[in-house]
């Protein structure tokens, strides 16, 4: 499963340092959920929806609509 945090991240130009402090943890963990190479916890997917202002599942690929439901 890729996530669309990476496309969201660019498309916001922000760094991973960025992301990884709004989210307090390290940068290269970050990069680790960025890459897919470590799950990313339901408590980040939470703040990662909210810091972009969508849902989770258009985080996880389950629908292109960016806006989170009402």
Avoid: W
Wanted: charged residues 30%.
């Amino acid at each position: 499963m890729r996530l669309r945090i990476r496309d969201l991240r660019e498309d916001h130009d922000l760094t991973q340092q960025q992301v990884a402090e709004y989210l307090m943890c390290d940068q290269s963990l970050y990069s680790k959920y960025e890459r897919g190479e470590r799950d990313v916890p339901l408590s980040i997917m939470i703040k990662l929806a909210q810091f972009y202002k969508t849902s989770i599942d258009y985080l996880v690929g389950l629908t292109n609509h960016k806006q989170p439901y009402r």
